[in-house]
């Protein structure tokens, strides 16, 4: 079994598996390691509505295409394992699987995108994709004349609730404290909206519904008086969690523990790029993760072909 590569990419998300189609059609030997299931975040979209060219796609559909291609070029993909160490200080990066299995490359893209912080109640689980979201713009359309929930009280969950005002009939601001931690105009836009109100100092303890979402209870912090509230769909913006937990000590990350990347998408240590949700940037979409794992690709290439040239070189 053949366990050196040219490139390793660590994650099957929307940027690897684009990553792993521009290496592996342009020859240069790819593998594509994937904890989870391939797609990545993609897969607990319903219904992707704005992907160009494409009019309407589920998003396990689209995983299981790019897969397809991916693996049609020749890309090696491996998922359901567990990345149980790495070394991608030196030339040649090791990347150990399993506890058993080592494979190597000359060059790793970290494409291991990230998630939407929960909540952490019971039903959120259930409801993901039912009723829940992470993603005004790409769900909001599906809540025309609904009602709904908002929850946060930062730039994000605020500026969000102003947009699917939109869609919705009627936006609830739930926030946990007295005060929003929001830019002022932020805050005084969505005051000003007539579809939007407040129920501050609370915060959702539980998700109901059958099928899909169809209620929420919510406990006052102060009185602990407890609320059933009936509900189209939750849009829970209260932060993002990059997957980087195991690249501390190894690569540079910000202190929202993102990974800096410069336009190349190349991160501070030789022959180590990043593309996706992992990376610092302010827009976390599907086409952006696309943009990212081809700039990634190309430039992997681009390194990996110098390398070849310098080997040419040294033999002749």
């Known amino acids: 079994m053949n366990n050196h590569f040219d490139v390793i ?18 020859k240069v030997s790819t593998l594509i390691l994937n904890e989870g299931t391939v797609g990545g975040q993609m897969v607990l979209t319903h219904e992707i509505a704005n992907y160009p060219g494409v009019e309407s796609i589920s998003g396990y559909e689209l995983a299981r295409n790019m897969k397809a291609q991916a693996q049609k070029f020749g890309c090696v993909i491996k998922s359901n394992i567990k990345i149980s160490g790495m070394d991608l200080t030196g030339e040649i990066k090791t990347v150990e699987v399993d506890k058993k299995y080592t494979y190597t490359s000359n060059a790793v893209i970290i494409a291991t995108g990230g998630r939407s912080r929960a909540i952490g109640v019971p039903g959120e689980d259930v409801f993901k994709g039912k009723g829940i979201s992470y993603c005004a713009t790409c769900d909001g359309d599906f809540f025309q004349d609904k009602k709904i929930i908002v929850v946060g009280g930062g730039n994000s969950a605020l500026e969000e609730a102003v947009s699917l005002t939109k869609y919705a009939s009627k936006v609830t601001i739930v926030h946990q404290f007295d005060h929003f931690q929001a830019f002022e105009h932020y805050v005084e836009e969505a005051k000003n909206n007539p579809k939007i109100d407040f129920i501050m100092e609370s915060k959702i303890i539980e998700f109901k519904g059958d099928e899909r979402l169809t209620s929420v209870t919510i406990e006052d912090q102060g009185t602990k008086e407890i609320i059933e509230k009936e509900i189209d769909g939750v849009f829970i913006f209260i932060g993002y969690v990059p997957n980087t937990e195991k690249l501390e000590g190894i ?13 190349n998408m190349a991160t501070n240590v030789n ?22 794992g081809t700039i990634a690709a190309l430039s992997a290439a681009e390194f990996i072909n110098n390398i070849k040239k310098e080997k040419l070189l040294l033999e002749s």
């Open 271 to 292: 022959g180590v790029y990043a593309a996706g949700d992992s990376i610092a940037k302010r827009y976390r979409q599907v086409t952006t993760a696309v943009a990212d």
């Open 9 to 26: 990419v660590i994650g099957a998300g929307a940027a690897g598996l684009t990553a792993g189609i521009y290496l592996s059609r342009a």
């Open 251 to 263: 690569i540079e990350l910000n202190d929202w523990k993102e990974i800096i990347v410069d336009k």
